[in-house]
Nanobody
Framework: QVQLVESGGGLVQAGGSLRLSCAAS????????MGWFRQAPGKEREFVAA????????YYTTSVKGRFTISRDNAKNTAYLQMNSLKPEDTAIYYC?????????????????WGQGTQVTVSS
């Protein structure tokens, strides 16, 4: 059974930092591209960042470039999202995702597995 379990969300003041983790089980982690999406209240789920299988390529949505960093540790079957200089507009539920597509960025329709989500709230 495939599971993606996010952790690390919480409440932080604007300008602060959080690191999200996504622990994968039931898959050969190194063969899956990993990504992060987010969904704010009343909005559609949107792409945030993705990292290739071998950690060679990364892609970010424009609004988080220079503030967020995606990484992965294939030995630990875990992907990370380091979020710095957080803004109130970053408030959302953050979801981990896995796919095997070669299309960049990570098309939502091609996602094979989703995590359950972790809440990130940034206060002003």
């Amino acid at each position: 059974q495939v599971q993606l379990v996010e952790s690390g969300g919480g409440l932080v003041q604007a300008g602060g930092s959080l690191r999200l983790s996504c622990a994968a089980s039931g898959v050969t982690f190194s063969t899956w591209r990993m990504g992060w999406f987010r969904q704010a209240p009343g909005k559609e789920r949107e792409f945030v960042a993705a990292i290739s299988r071998g950690d060679g390529n990364r892609y970010y949505t424009t609004s988080v470039k220079g503030r967020f960093t995606i990484s992965r540790d294939n030995a630990k079957n875990t992907a990370y999202l380091q979020m710095n200089s957080l803004k109130p507009e970053d408030t959302a539920i953050y979801y981990c995702a896995a796919d095997q597509s070669t299309i960049w960025p990570m098309p939502r329709g091609g996602i094979n597995y989703w995590g359950q989500g972790t809440q990130v709230t940034v206060s002003s």
